[in-house]
C-alpha cells in the first residue's frame, strides 16, 4: 500500500480523531511525576512511577488508568540525548524490569546518553492488569490439530473467550496497539520529552512500528530486534513460524546427518528425518517416556521452535530415541529434556495469557467465526507443513471474541529512519516476517546475524555482529547505507 494509500484509511479510522498529544490526553498540564525505588530486589538505580493515562482515548476526561513507568538515568548528563523507551514483546510481556535486564547488554555509549525506560504496557502487570481467569490447557497458547480433540478445542477456545468477556469485557475494547502505543506518547510528555527513541523486541518491533505510524514526528532512534510482519496481524503471524520450522528442521538434519557418528541418528538427512518421524509415529501410538515426563508424537513436534539451535535440541531428539528403545543415551550425547509447553499455573501467566489473546483477537484481521474453517485450515496447513503446520491454523479463542474492535489494526507504511536486527534462524519471527517489517518501513535498514540461532538478537545478550550497528545508530543516528548480512 502507498502511503497515500495509509492516510486514507487512516482518515477512515475513528481514531485519528483522538490520537493528539500527551500533554492534551489529561487537561493539558505535564503531569507531576514522583520516582522512587522500584522494588528491593531490583538495582537502587531502577525508578518507578506512574503515568496516568485515559482508559479510552476517544474520552479523555473520562476514566483513567496508571501505567507504570521505570527508568535508570543517563550514566553521563553531560553527553544525554534523551529517553531509550522499550519493549520486550508479547503481547502481554512486562517492561518494568527491562532497563535493569537491558542496561549490562547495551555499550557504555549508550547507557551514558540515554535515560533506559521500561513500562508494564496497559493490562499488564502493575498497569491496570487483566486477568481473565484461565486455568490449566486454557493457559497454553499453542495445541495441535486431531480430529478426536477438535471437539474439546472448540470448547476451550469458547470458554476462553466468554472467560474473558465476563471477567474484563469492560477493559477488552481498549486493549490495543494503538492505545499501547498512545501510551507511550503520553509517557513521552509526561517526561518532558520532545521525542523518544526506543528498542523493541518481537511483538515490541510491531508496536513501535505502529508509534512510528502514528507519531512519525516524535520518533528519533528506533531498533527493532526480531521484528513481525505487520501485514500479518495476527493470524498471519501465528500461521507464519511454520514455514520457519519447517526449514528450519531441514537444516538440523543435515547437521545431525554430518555427525551420525556421534548421535546415531541416520548418515543422510533422509535418514534422519525418517529417524525423527518414526519416533512421533511411534509416541502417538505410545507416548515416550522420558525423565518422568510422557511424549506424545504431538508433544515432540510441539517442541518445533528448538530445531534452530541444532546442538541443543540433538541430545532431546537422541534421549527420545533411546527412550524409545528400552535403553540408556550415549555417554557424552548430553541428552536433556526439552519440557513440553505447560506454564505454571500463576497469576502472572493468567495475565500474560489473558493479555495476549485481548490484543491478538480485538484488533487481528482475517480471524474466520466458524470453527470448521480453522479445522479446514489445521488439516491444510498440517499437510504442506508437517512439523508444525497445525499448531498455528487450529482454532482459537479469537472465533468466539465478544468485544469487537474499536479501531482497525494499523497498516504499516512509512518512511521513518529505524535499525532492524534479525538472526537468520528465528524460530518466532523468522527472517521473512523481519523482510517484511522492513518492507513497511521505507526508511529501515535491517541487518541480517548469517547463522544467528534464537529469538532475539540485542535482547540474547550474546554478542554478535550487529552489536556495532546497533550502538553506532543510538550514538550517532547513523545507520548501514543499504541492508546487509553480517557473520
Not at 347 to 366: F, H
Not at 408 to 419: C, E, F, G, H, Q
Not at 450 to 458: I, P, Q, R, Y
Request: charged content about 20%; some cysteine.
Amino acid at each position: 500500500m502507498t502511503v497515500a494509500g495509509a492516510a486514507v484509511l487512516a482518515a477512515l479510522t475513528p481514531a485519528t480523531a483522538f490520537a493528539g498529544d500527551g500533554e492534551a490526553l489529561l487537561g493539558g498540564g505535564r503531569q507531576q511525576l514522583r520516582w522512587e525505588r522500584c522494588a528491593q530486589d531490583q538495582p537502587a538505580s531502577l525508578e518507578c512511577t506512574v503515568v496516568k493515562v485515559p482508559l479510552d482515548y476517544a474520552d479523555p476526561g473520562g476514566r483513567t488508568i496508571g501505567i507504570a513507568v521505570s527508568r535508570i538515568p543517563a550514566e553521563n548528563p553531560a553527553k544525554r540525548r534523551g529517553v531509550l523507551l522499550m519493549n520486550p514483546g508479547g503481547p502481554g510481556g512486562e517492561g518494568l524490569t527491562m532497563p535493569a535486564g537491558m542496561a549490562p547488554l547495551l555499550a557504555a555509549q549508550v547507557r551514558e546518553r540515554f535515560d533506559l525506560i521500561g513500562f508494564d504496557p496497559r493490562g499488564v502487570g502493575r498497569s491496570a492488569p487483566v486477568h481473565c481467569g484461565l486455568a490449566g490447557d486454557e493457559q497454553v497458547l499453542n495445541h495441535p490439530y486431531s480430529a478426536a480433540a477438535f471437539g474439546q478445542d472448540v470448547a476451550r477456545a469458547r470458554s476462553i473467550a466468554d472467560k474473558c468477556q465476563a471477567k474484563a469485557g469492560d477493559l477488552l475494547p481498549h486493549l490495543t496497539t494503538r492505545n499501547t502505543a498512545r501510551d507511550m506518547d503520553a509517557v513521552r510528555a509526561a517526561l518532558g520529552e520532545r521525542r523518544i527513541s526506543y528498542l523493541g523486541h518481537s511483538y515490541g518491533t510491531y508496536l513501535g512500528a505502529v508509534y512510528t505510524q502514528m507519531f512519525p514526528r516524535r520518533a528519533d532512534r528506533f531498533v527493532f530486534d526480531s521484528a513481525l510482519d505487520p501485514a500479518l496481524v495476527w493470524r498471519g503471524v501465528l500461521r507464519g513460524t511454520a514455514e520457519a520450522a519447517e526449514l528450519a528442521f531441514t537444516r538440523w538434519t543435515r547437521w545431525a546427518a554430518e555427525r551420525d557418528a556421534a548421535f546415531g541418528l541416520g548418515a543422510t538427512p533422509q535418514a534422519v528425518r525418517a529417524t525423527f518421524w518414526d519416533l512421533v509415529a511411534r509416541a502417538d501410538r505410545t507416548p515416550i517416556t522420558l525423565e518422568g515426563q510422557a511424549f506424545d508424537g504431538a508433544a515432540i513436534r510441539g517442541q518445533y521452535r528448538a530445531f534452530v539451535q541444532v546442538e541443543a535440541v540433538t541430545p532431546f531428539i537422541v534421549a527420545l530415541k533411546a527412550a524409545a528403545s528400552g535403553t540408556a543415551a550415549p555417554a557424552g550425547s548430553g541428552a536433556g529434556v526439552v519440557r513440553a509447553e505447560a506454564p505454571p499455573r500463576t497469576p502472572d501467566v493468567d495475565n500474560v495469557v489473558s493479555v495476549a489473546w485481548s490484543v491478538l483477537c480485538g484488533e487481528g484481521r482475517a480471524w474466520p467465526r466458524d470453527p470448521e474453517q480453522y479445522r479446514h485450515d489445521a488439516i491444510r496447513d498440517r499437510a504442506a507443513r508437517p512439523l508444525a503446520g497445525d499448531f498455528g491454523a487450529t482454532v482459537q479463542p479469537c472465533a468466539f471474541w465478544k468485544s469487537a474492535p474499536r479501531e482497525r489494526a494499523t497498516v504499516v507504511d512509512n518512511d521513518v529512519p529505524a535499525l532492524i536486527v534479525q538472526n537468520e534462524w528465528d524460530p518466532q519471527t523468522p527472517v521473512a516476517m523481519a523482510q517484511g517489517m522492513r518492507r513497511a518501513l521505507h526508511g529501515a535498514r535491517m541487518v541480517t546475524v548469517a547463522g544467528g540461532e534464537g529469538h532475539g538478537v540485542v535482547v540474547s545478550g550474546r554478542p554478535t555482529c550487529a552489536d556495532a550497528d546497533v550502538t553506532s545508530y543510538l550514538t550517532t543516528g547513523r545507520i548501514p547505507a543499504k541492508d546487509r548480512t553480517c557473520s
